[in-house]
Nanobody
C-alpha cells in the first residue's frame, strides 16, 4: 500500500489542524497510525486506529487533544489536532500495519510509511 500525507502547516498555539493520509491498494485491511518526529528526537507514536475504525488509541502526550479517524471508501485516515502547543511541532508520518494493537506504538512494526508532513506550532 502507498501512503501520501498532507495538511501540515504553520499554526499558532491553541489552534487546530487536520492532517490527511491517502492510501492505495488494500488500504482497508490495515490498521493505520500516525507518528511524529521532532528534530533530534526519536519517532514518537501519536495515534492508531483499527482497520474498520471501530477502535483507536493515543499516545499520552496527545490524548484528549487529537482524534484519529478513517474512511475506507475514500482510503483516507485523518488526524484532527486541537489545542496545539509548540511541543507538537514535528514532521508527522502516517503508517500502515497488520500488527495487533499491543505492537502498534513501535515504529519498527510498520510495513508502509507516508512521506511526512511538517507541522509547526508558534508560541
Amino acid at each position: 500500500v502507498q501512503l501520501q500525507a498532507s495538511g501540515g502547516g504553520l499554526v499558532q498555539a491553541g489552534g487546530s489542524l487536520t492532517l490527511s493520509c491517502t492510501g492505495s491498494g488494500t488500504f482497508s485491511s490495515y490498521a493505520m497510525s500516525w507518528f511524529r518526529q521532532a528534530p533530534g528526537k526519536e519517532r514518537e507514536f501519536v495515534a492508531t486506529i483499527n482497520w474498520n475504525g471501530g477502535s483507536a488509541s493515543y499516545g499520552d502526550s496527545v490524548r484528549g487533544r487529537f482524534t484519529i479517524s478513517r474512511t475506507n471508501a475514500k482510503k483516507i485516515v485523518y488526524l484532527q489536532m486541537n489545542s496545539l502547543n509548540p511541543e507538537d511541532t514535528a514532521v508527522y508520518y502516517c503508517a500502515a500495519t497488520r500488527i495487533v494493537l499491543s505492537g502498534r506504538s513501535h515504529a519498527n512494526n510498520y510495513n508502509y510509511w507516508g512521506q511526512g508532513t511538517q507541522v509547526t506550532v508558534s508560541s
